[in-house]
T-cell receptor
Framework: NAGVMQNPRHLVRRRGQEARLRCSPM?????VYWYRQLPEEGLKFMVY????????ESGMPKERFSAEFPKEGPSILRIQQVVRGDSAAYFC?????????????FGPGTRLTVT | SQQGEEDPQALSIQEGENATMNCSYK?????LQWYRQNSGRGLVHLIL?????REKHSGRLRVTLDTSKKSSSLLITASRAADTASYFC???????????FGGGTRLMVKP
């Protein structure tokens, strides 16, 4: 059973370009979480999605950031018109359910560098 | 404000020594989780301790929880160079059941 997969692992974008980060959850997992980690810091929650629904996006910036988890295919985190401050590691996690009985399994992350 | 503040922020020990990391949090919890992150990699779940538990063991790991002090500690016994990593505590909560992480402790184990 493959783990959570993220691609690309590394992404370089110039200021003003768009970044698309993809996350394929573990098989059988319908809950996806995106977290952002700045250098030397812990992870910060961005958004929680189930298939075709955004459940909680309270941690996501209101502008330029969007996320989706379509019925088919991976979850996508999209950052438009990137700025240097968007440089970070973006991690996706998936779980089979919600609540404290369910562990979140993390992907290896996408490291975004904005030049 | 961020839940789960770890201390120390950085810890350097010799192989074979024990490493203790502490985590404090602000609000009530159902459980507290500890994760490890190797440099440049994703997070690995280590152990979950529930609010009605005081201590939990997993191999060389021992986690304690004191809900009256809103604190937890992670002890790694007989450390190895391979234990070098960042360690984070995290609380599960919110409408989305997301994890709220502390800033982490960067552990270096010297061979």
């Amino acid at each position: 059973n493959a783990g959570v997969m993220q691609n690309p692992r590394h992404l370089v974008r110039r200021r003003g370009q768009e970044a698309r980060l993809r996350c394929s959850p573990m098989k059988g997992h319908s809950h996806v979480y995106w977290y952002r980690q700045l250098p030397e810091e812990g992870l910060k929650f961005m958004v929680y999605l189930q298939k075709e629904n955004i459940i909680d996006e309270s941690g996501m910036p209101k502008e330029r950031f969007s996320a989706e988890f379509p019925k088919e295919g991976p979850s996508i985190l999209r950052i438009q018109q990137v700025v240097r401050g968007d440089s970070a590691a973006y991690f996706c996690a998936s779980s089979p359910g919600t609540g404290d009985s369910y562990e979140q399994y993390f992907g290896p992350g996408t490291r975004l560098t904005v030049t | 404000s961020q839940q789960g503040e770890e201390d120390p922020q950085a810890l350097s020990i010799q192989e074979g020594e024990n490493a203790t990391m502490n985590c404090s949090y602000k609000t009530s919890i159902n459980n507290l989780q500890w994760y490890r992150q190797n440099s440049g990699r994703g997070l690995v779940h280590l152990i979950l301790i529930r609010s009605n538990e005081r201590e939990k063991h997993s191999g060389r790991l021992r986690v304690t929880l004191d809900t009256s002090k809103k604190s937890s500690s992670l002890l790694i016994t007989a450390s190895r160079a391979a234990d070098t990593a960042s360690y984070f505590c995290a609380r599960l909560g919110g409408a989305g059941n997301m994890l709220t992480f502390g800033g982490g402790t960067r552990l270096m184990v010297k061979p």
